[in-house]
């Protein structure tokens, strides 16, 4: 079992950054992949970027030179760092773990944080 915490959403402007954490706890976060997700106001969930144990990052396309995750396993954390925030970015941010990779591609994880919400606005 792992229990994942998130924070460090809130409001900004158009063109701002945030950084996101997510801490777990209750099992040996070295041992599991990350991800992030987010989902916007009648979206889907979508995946927003994913890290593995060896610490190989990758973000989606639509967040791609604006977004950075990244994870330290001493503080069982992982963070992601959004810059040049844009209002198709608001939503809720979830974190994720235990997804499996097949193929390049992550799956979804059995365990999910509270999430926390983004809002780019002016």
């Known amino acids: 079992q792992v229990q994942l915490v998130e924070s460090g959403g809130g409001l900004v402007q158009p063109g701002g950054s945030l950084r996101l954490s997510c801490v777990a706890s209750?099992?040996?976060?070295?041992?599991?992949?990350m991800a992030w997700y987010r989902q916007a106001p009648g979206k889907t969930r979508e995946l927003v970027a994913d890290?593995?144990?060896?610490?190989?990052?990758k973000e989606a396309d639509s967040v791609k030179g604006r977004f950075t995750i990244s994870r330290d396993n001493a503080k069982n954390t992982v963070y992601l760092q959004m810059n040049s925030l844009q209002p198709e970015d608001t939503g809720v941010y979830y974190c994720?773990?235990?997804?499996?990779?097949?193929?390049?591609?992550?799956?979804?994880?059995?365990?999910w944080g509270q999430g926390t919400q983004v809002t780019v606005s002016s």
């Open positions: 890290i593995s144990t060896g610490g190989r990052a």
């Open positions: 994720n773990a235990g997804g499996i990779y097949f193929s390049g591609r992550l799956s979804l994880g059995d365990y």
């Open positions: 209750g099992s040996i976060f070295s041992r599991y992949a």
